[in-house]
C-alpha cells in the first residue's frame, strides 16, 4: 500500500477519479490544511462577520460545470470568495445565535471521517461502535438506565421532532405507523412553554397533529414554564376529552436561557402518564459543569433528552443527538424490516439494532467521530469548564451593561445569554444591531422581550474574554450614540399618589 501512495501513477485508471498526481495532490492538500489551521489560529485578525458584496455572490452564479477544473483553481475560489465570508462563529467576537465555536481538533476530526467515508446506518464496523460508545458516556452522565437509546442527527430540531414521533407511537401503538394517528391521534395534545422554540410547535405540525395541539404555557418572571397553569391546562384538556401525551420542557430557552423546574415537571408527568421530553439543545451539556449541573435537577427523570455537541460541546457542525430512556420505544417509533436491511449471525452485516432502527436516516455520516475525539482530547472536566466559563462572561456583561446608564438590561442572565438595549426606540437598536455587525467587531443577534426589541448577546465560543465583552458594549454605545446625538431614553417616573 505504500509503494501505491508514493508512486503517483500507481492505481490510476480512466474510470477512477482519484488524483492522477498524488504528489502534487499532497502538496495542495497540506496547503489546504494549513491554511484552515492559520484561519483558526489568526482568528482575530479578520473580522466576526462582513457583508457580500455583489460582485461576490455574481462571481458563483454560473452554469452547471460539466468540464473538469483544476483543484488548485476551485480552492482558490473558495479562498476569495467562500471562505472570507462565512458566518463568523468561528471568531470570539461571535455572540448573536447560540452557535459553538468548533476546534482544529473536531476540524481533523471531520477530514479523518470523511476519508473513511463510513454510512453509520447500520453493519458491523467500528465507526458503529463509536457512536455506541458516546450514546453509553451520554446515558451515564445524564443518569439513564441500561437499555437506554440514542442516535445522531443534524441538530435538535430533528432530535425533538423524532421525541414527539417515539411519544406518538408511545401513546397510540405501533399500528399508527400503518394507518395513521387517526380519531384518537386527533385527541392528543402536547404542552410546553410560550418561551419554547419554534421547532416544538414544528414538530407538531410534521407528525400530523398540527400547531394547535400544542398548548403553549404562560410563564413566571424567570421564563420558566409555570407549572401549576399546566396542570390546569392539561386537567381542563382531560376534562373535555383531549388526550394529553407530550411535556417538553426546555433546559436553555432560545431567547434568555431559561431552565424549567425539571422535576416538578418530571413529576407532573409521572403523575399524568405523560411523556416528559427535555429541549436540552445548549443547556443540557451544563451537565459537564459542577457548578452548573444543579441547575438541571430532574432531567434524569426525563423520558428523552435532545441536545447539541455543537453548541456548548464545541463539536464542528452538525452534530444534534437524542437520547431515549427506553430503547424499545425508541426503536418501535422507526424499525422497518426490509430485506436489503436483514441482519445475520455473521459477517458485515452482523449485529442487532442498527441506527436505522431509531431514526428515519438510512444514509448517515460519521458524526460521532469529531465528537468522540473532542470529548477524548479535552475531558468532559474541561469542557465542563469551557461552559462555566461562558456563563461567567455572561454575567461580565450584566454588570457592563447595569453599570452604563446608556443601557438596559432586559431580561435576568440565567446561563450565558444577556438581552439588553441602547437606551433608545427599537428603530435605533435596530440598526445598532446591523451596525455593529457589519463593523466587524462583533456579531450580536435580537429578539422581542416584553414588547421591546433586544439586543442578544449568546456567549458561546470557547475562544470568547472580556475583551471581547468590552469590544461589544464599546461598539453598541458607539454607534447607539452615533444614531442618537448622544441623547438617550429615560422612564418617566409614575405620577405621585393624588
Known amino acids: 500500500m505504500n509503494e501505491i501512495i ?25 496547503r489546504m490544511l494549513d491554511e484552515a489551521i492559520d484561519g483558526i489560529a489568526n482568528v482575530r485578525a479578520r473580522p466576526v462577520w462582513q457583508p457580500i458584496p455583489n460582485e461576490v455572490r455574481a462571481a458563483i452564479r454560473t452554469d452547471v460545470p460539466r468540464e473538469a477544473t483544476d483543484l488548485a483553481d476551485v480552492y482558490r475560489e473558495f479562498s476569495e470568495h467562500v471562505a472570507p465570508y462565512a458566518t463568523g462563529n468561528v471568531h470570539p467576537g461571535f455572540m448573536g445565535w447560540v452557535h459553538g465555536g468548533g ?15 463510513a454510512n453509520l446506518a447500520g453493519r458491523d464496523h467500528m465507526p458503529i461502535e463509536v457512536e455506541r460508545q458516546i450514546v453509553e458516556w451520554m446515558r451515564g452522565l445524564f443518569g439513564f438506565p441500561q437499555g437506554a437509546s440514542g442516535i445522531f442527527v443534524t441538530g435538535t430540531s430533528v432530535a425533538n421532532l423524532m421525541a414527539v414521533l417515539v411519544a406518538r407511537t408511545n401513546a397510540l401503538g405501533t399500528l399508527a405507523r ?5 380519531s384518537d391521534g386527533a ?37 420558566r414554564i409555570d407549572v401549576a397553569a399546566m396542570r390546569a391546562r392539561i386537567a381542563v384538556d382531560r376534562e373535555v376529552g383531549f388526550k394529553p401525551f407530550l411535556v417538553t420542557a426546555s433546559a436553555g430557552t432560545v431567547d434568555i ?24 439543545a445548549f443547556g443540557a451539556l451544563a451537565i459537564l459543569s459542577p457548578e452548573l449541573a444543579p441547575l438541571l435537577d430532574g432531567i434524569a427523570l426525563a423520558d428523552s433528552i435532545a441536545l447539541d455537541f455543537h453548541k456548548w460541546g464545541q463539536v464542528p457542525y452538525d452534530a444534534g443527538f437524542l437520547l431515549v430512556r427506553d430503547g424499545e420505544r425508541h426503536r418501535q417509533a422507526f424499525a422497518q424490516p426490509a430485506a436489503y436491511l436483514s441482519r445475520e449471525a455473521r459477517g458485515l452485516a452482523a449485529g442487532t439494532v442498527w441506527p436505522c432502527d431509531l431514526g428515519p436516516d438510512l444514509s448517515r455520516g460519521f458524526r460521532a467521530l469529531k465528537t468522540w475525539f473532542t470529548l477524548k482530547t479535552f475531558g468532559t472536566d474541561r469542557l465542563g469548564e469551557v461552559i462555566a466559563r461562558s456563563c461567567a462572561l455572561a454575567r461580565y456583561l450584566e454588570t457592563r451593561v447595569l453599570a452604563e446608564p446608556r443601557l438596559e438590561l432586559l431580561a435576568p442572565v440565567n446561563l450565558n445569554i444577556v438581552c439588553f438595549r441602547y437606551r433608545a426606540a427599537d428603530a435605533v437598536n435596530r440598526e445598532i444591531v446591523a451596525d455593529v455587525q457589519e463593523s466587524g467587531i462583533a456579531a450580536p443577534s435580537s429578539t422581542i422581550l416584553h414588547g421591546k426589541f433586544a439586543i442578544r448577546a449568546a456567549i458561546v465560543n470557547h475562544r470568547t474574554a472580556e475583551s471581547d465583552i468590552d469590544a461589544l458594549v464599546a461598539a453598541v454605545i458607539r454607534f447607539g450614540m452615533q444614531r442618537t446625538g448622544g441623547l438617550i431614553e429615560v422612564e418617566a417616573p409614575p405620577l405621585a399618589a393624588r
Open 103 to 117: 476546534t482544529a481538533v473536531g476540524m481533523v476530526a471531520e477530514m479523518l471521517a470523511a476519508g473513511l467515508n
Open 6 to 30: 508514493r508512486n503517483p501513477k500507481a492505481g490510476a485508471t480512466n474510470g477512477s477519479l482519484d488524483p492522477q498526481d498524488w504528489s502534487a495532490f499532497r502538496d495542495l492538500a497540506h
Open 178 to 182: 400503518q394507518h395513521g394517528i387517526g
Open 257 to 280: 436561557g431559561a431552565i424549567d423546574d425539571l422535576r416538578a415537571i418530571a413529576e407532573l408527568c409521572r403523575e399524568e402518564g405523560i411523556w416528559f421530553h427535555v429541549d436540552g
Open 187 to 223: 385527541l392528543l395534545t402536547a404542552y410546553a412553554s410560550k418561551a419554547a422554540h419554534g421547532c416544538i410547535s414544528r414538530a407538531m405540525d410534521i407528525a400530523g397533529f398540527g400547531t394547535d395541539a400544542l398548548r403553549k404555557i404562560e410563564v413566571d418572571a424567570d421564563h
